[in-house]
């Protein structure tokens, strides 16, 4: 079985501040791993993902995550925050091999502050 | 490419009544997956489908109910609603097969209120 945890619902960061959003994830195989965000009133939107490729992914809009398979975590950072960046944002696991339906995380809201 | 088209976007029922719910994947898709997303709950899976058939099925009781037509279009019956089925309803389309990573597309959902 797969879970994953994003720790912290609400994560609070000035403008130009660096934004972390942590997720850990339980998976008895190699897995797949993807970070996405959604703005008020929209659906889902990719941001990046992981596929065993390289262990530091980019993503759109400046955010990156790294795979640590040691401490199971996929966490999301970006440098410097920008208004533009506050959403909801949800980590997911899919096990290669698997059900295709992958398993989200509660999400974390972040709020950026002027 | 168009991506994922959901209609309608926002709907107010009442409870007992029913609601049907649409989702055009993007073309070329064949998978069409259906969540439900509230504040206390979080994002939750209702079901996939794949070829018209239901491939994989969540949690929910069997007023929930789903079918995928042959051009891959989607639906979902909702029926005798309560209060605790307003929601927002997300359908994401997938194009999985050989080497897929099974990222999904989202759209941009149906706002359900049931009053």
């Known amino acids: 079985a797969q879970s994953v945890t994003q720790l912290g619902s609400h994560v609070s960061v000035s403008e130009g501040a660096l934004v972390l959003l942590r997720c850990n994830y339980s998976s008895s195989v190699p897995p797949y791993l993807f970070w996405y965000v959604q703005y008020p009133n929209q659906g889902l939107q990719l941001l990046l993902k992981?596929?065993?490729?390289?262990?530091l992914v980019k993503g759109i809009n400046g955010f990156e995550a790294e795979f640590k398979k040691s401490e199971t975590s996929f966490h999301l950072t970006k440098p410097s925050a920008h208004m533009s960046d506050a959403a909801e944002y949800f980590c997911a696991v899919r096990v290669s091999g698997g059900s295709y339906i992958p398993t989200f995380g509660r999400g974390t809201s972040l709020i950026v502050h002027p | 490419k168009a991506g994922v088209t959901q209609t309608p976007r926002y709907l107010i029922k009442t409870r007992g009544q029913q609601v049907t719910l649409s989702c055009s994947p993007i073309s070329g898709h064949r998978s069409v997956s259906w969540y439900q997303q509230t504040p206390g709950q979080g994002l939750q899976f209702l079901f996939e489908?794949?070829?018209?058939?239901?491939?994989n099925k969540g949690n929910f009781p069997g007023r929930f109910s789903g079918r995928q037509f042959s051009n891959s279009r989607s639906e979902m019956n909702v029926s005798t609603l309560e209060l605790g089925d307003s929601a927002l309803y997300l359908c994401a389309s997938s194009h999985p097969g050989e080497g897929s990573t099974g990222e999904l597309f989202f759209g941009e959902g149906s706002r359900l209120t049931v009053l």
């Open positions: 992981y596929t065993s490729a390289a262990t």
């Open positions: 489908y794949f070829s018209e058939t239901q491939r």
